[in-house]
């Protein structure tokens, strides 16, 4: 089991709310992803880090930001949420070959 | 064009058949190759690595053809847990994993 963990789970706020998505990893890994997935859509990585004090934007654009002060922690966060941000967010991490996910935070912007 | 291209399909095949899932990648410097599975709202799991020779994991088989630039899978005995969607993913020599969009393949009774 991964020791890979996203909170809340399950989030409804309303436009405009400052929101972050917590991402915590307990395996030591460098490497942390975020990925933004729709239902029955795939996956597509909008922000990555390789180690602390590093962080680059991935291949979709997104208005989200990311830090990485500490190895074990890589929160995500929208400083104005819209309703076009409604969707599943999955955190992940990796060390050599295994990307372990978190369970994902299912966000609905109202 | 996508660096990892998928069938998205559905597969929807009966209790105990066979199917084969294919996938292409674009980028001929990439160095690994895995599939993962990603259950109805649930987070990808690592499936298997997929190696050169080839390798089985029961009923699951993969393959790899370089030369080709194909990744395939293949399962005997189709469960009805086997319901979900299978997602190729390569990693390339500077050492990012990139997704295909995935196969969803329902098995039933």
């Known amino acids: 089991e991964a020791d890979i963990y996203q909170t809340p789970r399950y989030l409804v706020i309303g436009t405009g709310k400052k929101i972050t998505l917590e991402c915590s990893q307990t395996?030591?890994?460098?490497?942390m992803y975020w990925y933004q997935q729709d239902p029955g859509m795939e996956l597509h990585l909008i922000h990555y880090?390789?180690?602390?004090?590093?962080?680059e934007k991935g291949d979709l654009s997104s208005e989200s930001t990311v830090s990485r002060i500490r190895t074990e922690h890589f929160p995500l966060t929208l400083e104005s949420a819209r309703p076009s941000h409604t969707s599943q967010y999955l955190c992940?991490?990796?060390?050599?070959?295994?990307?372990?996910f978190g369970p994902g935070t299912r966000l609905t912007v109202t | 064009r996508k660096e990892v291209e998928q069938d998205p399909g559905p597969f929807n095949v009966p209790e105990g058949a066979t199917v084969a899932f294919n996938c292409t990648y674009s980028?001929?410097?990439?160095?690994?190759f895995f599939w993962y599975r990603q259950d109805c709202r649930k987070e990808p799991k690592l499936l298997m690595s997929?190696?050169?020779s080839g390798n089985e994991d029961g009923r699951f088989t993969a393959q790899l053809n370089r030369a080709s630039q194909y990744i395939s899978l293949l399962i005997r005995d189709s469960k009805l847990s086997d319901s979900a969607t299978y997602l190729c993913?390569?990693?390339?020599?500077?050492?990012?994993?990139?997704f295909g969009a995935g196969t969803r393949l329902t098995v039933k009774p």
């Open positions: 992940a991490s990796r060390a050599s070959y295994e990307q372990y």
């Open positions: 395996m030591g890994h460098d490497k």
């Open positions: 880090s390789y180690g602390v004090n590093s962080t």
């Open positions: 980028n001929s410097a990439s160095q690994s």
């Open positions: 997929v190696y050169s």
């Open positions: 993913v390569v990693k390339r020599n500077n050492n990012d994993m990139r």
